[in-house]
């Protein structure tokens, strides 16, 4: 499993995923629980929705190279 998701794309996904947790526990509305996909994919760095689309928001390393000061690729 390549992490496709960036540092952008996490910071939007946890926000957007405490807003919905918050209206649902304000409207005490089990809705809220659809929060937890976006904290869920942020955290990991993964979403199975990107791979299905071809879309990457992440920095993909396409070299053997481990991430190093030297390197030109980085995780």
Do not use: H
Request: proline share 4%.
């Amino acid at each position: 499993m390549q992490k496709n998701v960036g540092q952008i794309d996490k910071i939007i996904r946890i926000v957007i995923g405490v807003a919905v947790i918050a209206v649902g526990v304000i409207n005490q509305s089990w809705w809220g629980a659809v929060g937890l996909v976006p904290l869920l994919t942020a955290f990991i760095g993964f979403c199975p929705l990107y791979t299905v689309l071809k879309i990457s928001t992440g920095e993909n390393c396409a070299c053997n190279e481990k991430p190093g000061k030297n390197s030109s690729c980085k995780l």
